[in-house]
């Protein structure tokens, strides 16, 4: 009964290539918005996309959707200029991402942004925003291993309503802050998002400084967290993992998600102090609609309309607060604000890389992040909130 299916990034190949050695493996894939393709019923409207064609068949035979990663090439024209952006040998080489909607058809193409020692492939020349629609959840977003660390794309996607990511990964494990499971869990949590993470399978890989692990997926909701982390030991053959989880998508479920725990609205509200007032604030995640937030009894509508700005990728949220400024006079305030956006990611992690879900989270008018938790199931790893200041990353 699975609707969508992810599996891991370099699961195909594998890695650690040098840009000559992955050459036979890359396939030519076309861009979904700019032509239609279905590799499994137009085989031969391409040469050389045998990759591309199994995947689309199985996608087909099995009525399902599925997200693969592979290695794309993409040629570009051989330019004199020392300043071009294409490389000597004629052509761009991507870690790539494509989905495939359940009759086959080629429907997204996400080239990794952020590479992590990929000597084997390029750096797309601009971030890329890649969504899909799906019959039966809605929007999903795409993003690959270390881009779940960085504002661009992660956040951009997050940050124009994508509740719902894609995220096939081959993560390196780093305890105590960094493991797997941890972040991904974390990630979701912090940033109120269902994470479908495919991670690869490898002990030992070699690094410089020694050795390290890949293990760890999930499927992870702000509500609830499906995950397998092996261990030495454990059967090769991994493990897979299905869950059904409340749809995220504002749009495709009405503006309100249906969980086992009862309706949640969404998008959630979140506190925050503005001179020294602490407001309750609702974030607007869609070019124009109408929002509503309450700080108690007192509530702010705003009907709105936003005009993109060239590149502005700014977030914005309505405010609302209703008593004593400075503990001196009474007020009552309803404010659009733009907000700063960092984000905190909180984990706790038991022995096993055992996941706990934290009994409490609170954000103080002050901006302090507080994570409450008790009856720990067994012994304590990590108990982390893991904060990015994404607009420091150029400072």
């Known amino acids: ?18 840009r000559l050695s992955i050459f036979n493996y890359l396939e030519t894939i076309p861009d979904p ?3 239609s393709w279905n590799p499994c019923t137009e085989p031969g409207k391409y040469n050389n996309t045998e990759v591309l064609q199994r995947l689309s068949c199985m996608a087909r035979h099995y009525n399902l959707y599925l997200v693969a990663n592979m290695a794309d090439l993409q040629p570009c024209p051989l330019k004199t200029d020392p300043s071009s952006s294409c490389p000597p040998d004629g052509h761009w080489q991507f870690n790539t991402n494509a989905v495939f909607s359940s009759d086959g058809l080629l429907v997204a193409r996400y080239h990794k942004q952020n590479l992590y020692f990929e000597e084997s492939f390029d750096k797309p020349l601009q971030p890329e925003i890649i969504t899909f629609d799906t019959p039966f959840a809605g929007r999903f977003g795409l993003i690959t291993c270390f881009d779940i660390l960085f504002y661009k794309p992660t956040i951009e996607l997050v940050e124009k309503g994508v509740h719902q990511l894609i995220y096939p990964t081959g993560w390196l494990n780093s305890l105590p802050l960094l493991d797997s499971v941890q972040f991904q869990s974390a990630f979701s949590l912090g940033a109120k998002v269902t994470l479908l ?10 690094l410089t400084r020694g050795y390290k692990t890949m293990t760890g997926s999930g499927i992870y909701t702000p509500y609830s ?8 030991g454990d059967p090769e053959e991994g493990m897979l993992l299905v869950a059904r989880v409340p749809v995220l998508d504002p749009l495709w479920a009405g503006q309100s998600v249906d969980t086992e725990e009862g309706l949640v609205e969404a998008p959630e509200t979140f506190n925050s102090s ?4 602490p407001l309750t604030f609702v974030p607007l995640m869609e070019t124009e609609g109408e929002v509503n937030v309450c700080n108690g009894k007192f509530c702010c509508k705003l009907q709105y309309r936003r005009i993109q ?13 209703a008593g004593k400024h400075h503990g001196i006079y009474f007020i009552q305030v309803c404010a659009l604000l733009r907000c700063a956006g ?27 992040v507080t994570m409450t938790h008790s009856n720990m199931t067994d012994g304590l790893v990590t108990a982390c909130l893991y904060g990015r200041m994404y607009h420091l990353d150029n400072e």
């Open 33 to 35: 918005q700019e032509e």
């Open 225 to 232: 967290a499906t995950y397998h982390h092996a261990q030495k």
């Open 274 to 277: 503005v001179t020294y007032d």
């Open 1 to 18: 009964g699975v609707q969508i299916l992810v599996f891991p990034e370099d699961g195909i190949q594998g890695f650690n290539f040098s």
């Open 309 to 321: 700005q060239g590149d502005s990728k700014e977030l914005y949220a309505l405010g609302a607060f």
């Open 197 to 206: 993470a495919a991670n690869l399978r490898k002990e030992n890989v070699p």
């Open 342 to 368: 960092e984000v905190v990611y909180p984990s706790v992690l038991a022995s096993k890389f055992v996941l706990e879900q934290p009994k409490q989270l609170e954000t103080a008018p002050d901006g302090t």
